[in-house]
Nanobody, 126 residues
Framework: QVQLVESGGGSVQAGGSLKLSCAVS????????MGWYRQAPGKERELVST???????TYADSAKGRFTISQDNAKNTLYLQMNSLQTEDTAVYYC????????????????????WGQGTQVTVSS
């Protein structure tokens, strides 16, 4: 079992920044890959960004150039630095971990996630 605990959400004005963290209860370097998802009210959950242990990252088009995913293996923590936030970024953000083997990928993107955090609210106001 792997526990994921997000933090760092909050309310900011458009143009501001937030850094989300996701503490992982086991060695993050053992994961198949980690991801950040978000779900806005009335919308489906969408993938924001992923990272694999070797450092390969991917971003949704909406996140490219504004968000940066990273992980600190020593701290077993996943991060999402979000800059130039827009009102459309308002959502609950979830971290997710792919863990059980076999791992599945579509290109560089992990496609199977076994564990999820409880989510952290991000609200961007105009």
């Amino acid at each position: 079992q792997v526990q994921l605990v997000e933090s760092g959400g909050g309310s900011v004005q458009a143009g501001g920044s937030l850094k989300l963290s996701c503490a992982v209860s086991r060695y993050i370097s053992l994961s198949c890959g980690m991801g950040w998802y978000r779900q806005a009210p009335g919308k489906e959950r969408e993938l924001v960004s992923t990272i694999r242990s070797g450092g390969t990252t991917t971003y949704a088009d909406s996140a490219k150039g504004r968000f940066t995913i990273s992980q600190d293996n020593a701290k077993n923590t996943l991060y999402l630095q979000m800059n130039s936030l827009q009102t459309e970024d308002t959502a609950v953000y979830y971290c997710a971990a792919g863990w059980t083997r076999p791992c599945y990928y579509r290109g560089s993107v992990p496609t199977k996630y076994d564990y999820w955090g409880q989510g952290t609210q991000v609200t961007v106001s105009s």
